[in-house]
């Protein structure tokens, strides 16, 4: 009898055997980022780190913030045609409907984002304004005011 093989009631019985697996599980990081100033966030003028929420939150608002295909260091997936709605005489559930598809579109192109949720659109003087709560593997992350 081999290994994992057992005689049993005069039958050679064979016990399937599954070598344990892993599974990796990455926490995301980016470069901290001045959200008021649109800028890297330095400190002693230093790059800071940061991990898990915040980095996807980061990489979330560059994301929609960079207009898709346009830079060659990027992607064709990466960043979002938002500014195609702005200055557009759409209604404003055209609006919202295409708002909520580019922006679906462009974060779940990250595996840690699932979804999104509490999604709100605001045009008001022709200024688009967009809140929801990102749905990740490192929890929720909440956007507003993008």
């Known amino acids: 009898m081999q290994g994992g093989e057992y005689l049993v009631a005069g039958l ?21 980022w001045d959200f008021v100033n649109n800028d890297f966030l330095l400190v002693d003028g230093k790059f800071q780190i940061v991990t898990g929420k915040e980095a996807l939150k980061v990489w979330i608002w560059k994301a929609l913030k960079t207009p898709n295909s346009r830079y060659a260091a ?11 709605l702005i200055g557009q005489r759409y209604s404003s ?50 956007i507003s005011g993008l």
Do not use: M
């Open 12 to 32: 050679i019985t064979t016990v399937a055997s599954f070598s344990p697996t892993t599974t990796t599980i990455t926490v995301p990081k980016e470069y901290a």
């Open 74 to 84: 990027y992607s064709t997936s990466y960043g979002s045609n938002l500014e195609d």
């Open 93 to 142: 559930a055209l609006i919202e409907s295409e708002a909520k598809r580019i922006v679906t579109e462009c974060i779940t192109i990250n595996k840690h984002i699932t979804g999104l949720n509490n999604f709100t659109v605001d045009v008001t003087n022709d200024i688009l304004t967009i809140s929801f709560i990102a749905l990740t593997d490192q929890g929720e992350v909440t």
